[in-house]
Nanobody, 122 residues
Framework: VQLQASGGGLVPAGGYLRLSCAAS????????MGWFRQAPGKEREFVAG????????LYADSVKGRFTISKDNAKNTVYLHMNSLKPEDTAVYYC????????????????WGQGTQVTVSS
């Protein structure tokens, strides 16, 4: 499985970015996909997740109401729409695949993309 994350960049506070994660290789419809982020000096944290089938979603409290995760099954791509960005959203964002279900816990996820930098200026 290969995961290619893209879409990061520099944006002012209050702005919008859309991250993409394209999956290729051996994927299954029962899989879930998640977005995580890691800021300098901080632990990696869950941001949002979605199931390929059914589309059930899960969000961290810190991004609820601002971020939306979506998917395009035909393109094997998951998106993270980030609205009302704050400086504290600055981090490297990673997408990951889980075969164990949708979860906040990073140990559920076995394949990880390379990360894309999001920087929000104040």
């Amino acid at each position: 499985v290969q995961l290619q994350a893209s879409g990061g960049g520099l944006v002012p506070a209050g702005g919008y970015l859309r991250l993409s994660c394209a999956a290729s290789g051996r994927t299954f419809s029962s899989d879930s996909m998640g977005w995580f982020r890691q800021a300098p000096g901080k632990e990696r944290e869950f941001v949002a997740g979605i199931r390929w089938i059914g589309g059930r979603t899960l969000y961290a409290d810190s991004v609820k109401g601002r971020f939306t995760i979506s998917k395009d099954n035909a393109k094997n791509t998951v998106y993270l729409h980030m609205n009302s960005l704050k400086p504290e959203d600055t981090a490297v964002y990673y997408c990951a695949r889980s075969t164990l279900g949708l979860s906040f816990h990073d140990n559920f996820y076995d394949y990880w993309g390379q990360g894309t930098q999001v920087t929000v200026s104040s």
